[in-house]
């Protein structure tokens, strides 16, 4: 009963803060002081109809709501022994960041924490080291006014993250994810200058801008999830559950701490019970509107496009180590295929504002980021390893590395976690 109560508690937590936490009252650039608005302030581009501060945030939004979490099959789970009449801890250890088809046990408790350390270093393949702005910083009758800056952005994310998974029946279990999120990020406009333009296309002048950098952190609750999962198949090794993801946008958002979006993820899972042991899992994530893709960010009102979804696969196997202190290794290829989402591609001054290009031919060559929408494959490569030193204990370590250059990338990401199930 204190075990159905504790989960309880727990969801109504998880929904009253996914339902009330979300802002979405209008904001603006001019005078907010929220995370989402340093690029813009620090580049001098708030109104800048083509800067491309906007989709560089809505990809980073895109991004954030992608970031691998602790799965709620990360524990020991239990499976009831017929020629012993009772249940018995698995020696299969399991994955860290994906499913498997095991559900924990009949009325037992999981709990689990773990931290991860995400160090940005990329977008979209651009190094954000030095970003190459371009924009037209105002337009009139005379001519237009184009700024030219190289952003350097620091971006850096801790998360705490705490699961608690509860066995309603032997084949059902849902869980309770909730991330502590640390958030810093910090915006430099270096060498920015701005050209003039007539309304002939003729090169009137040009001159230099101090360098700016705008800091920030934010720290908080982030978006909370809750996952139902059902094993509806199993054979002597082999066993298959459906299950489904939820996602509330309870961080806040506009100091990416939340994506701003519900999130529904329907999904398979696969896996097979041996000394090897892989594992399959297939999804498909769907997000609603959210405020971080609003038509222009830097004008006031909450966004109405949708948070980019996409499909999951995932892929991977546990191998069995040693059994007198129970180990074992596991690895994961984690996949996503993004959907219309957000990005930032490379060109030049020349291709992306030819009337700059043509006024200051010596600029035509110089990179310039434009904005646009695509879908791509994310993949990641998960390995871990995991150790019992108790019979309903564990600890595990992790490090996630990013196969392709692309959307938000990090260096390695490490992982330290440990859970408890009775």
Known sequence: MSKSILLLALLSIAMSVGTTAQNNSPWNCNTSSHLI????????????????????????????????LLSPASGVI?????????SIASDNLGPILTERAHTIGKHKVL?????????????????????PFVFPASQGQGGTQYTQLR????????????????GLTSKTDISVLVPLERVSIGASALDATVYNVSASGQGTGQFRLPDSYTPGPASGIGDVFVNGKWRFWSGERSNLSAGLLLRFPSG??????????????????????????????????????????????NNAGAGNYGLPGGLQYNVGADYVLFKKVLTSVTGD???????????????????????LGKAYGSLSQDPALTTGETS??????????????????LLYGNVLFQVNNVGLRSNPVPLIGASYTF
């Open 37 to 68: 608005c340093l690029v813009p302030v620090a580049t001098r581009s708030i109104g800048a109809q083509e800067s491309p501060a906007s989709t560089f945030n809505s990809a980073f939004a895109t991004q954030l709501s992608e970031l691998p």
């Open 78 to 86: 239990f499976t009831f022994d017929k020629s012993l009449g009772m």
């Open 111 to 131: 709990l689990a924490f773990a931290y991860q350390r995400f160090r940005f270093n990329s977008i979209d393949g651009n190094g954000l080291g030095s970003l």
């Open 151 to 166: 952003e350097h952005v620091d971006f850096k994310l801790d998360q705490y993250v705490g699961l608690l998974t509860f």
């Open 252 to 297: 806040d958002a506009l100091n990416y701490l939340g994506s701003g979006a519900y999130g529904f993820n329907p999904y398979a899972v696969f896996s097979y019970d041996a000394r090897l042991s892989p594992h399959v899992r297939l999804g498909y994530q769907f997000n609603t509107s959210t405020v971080l893709l609003p038509v222009d960010i």
């Open 333 to 355: 290829l984690l996949g996503n295929y993004i959907v219309n989402s957000p990005v930032l591609n490379a060109s030049t001054i020349g291709s992306a504002f030819s009337g």
């Open 376 to 393: 791509y494959n994310s993949d990641q490569i998960s390995i871990g390893v995991k150790v019992r030193p108790a019979k309903d204990f």
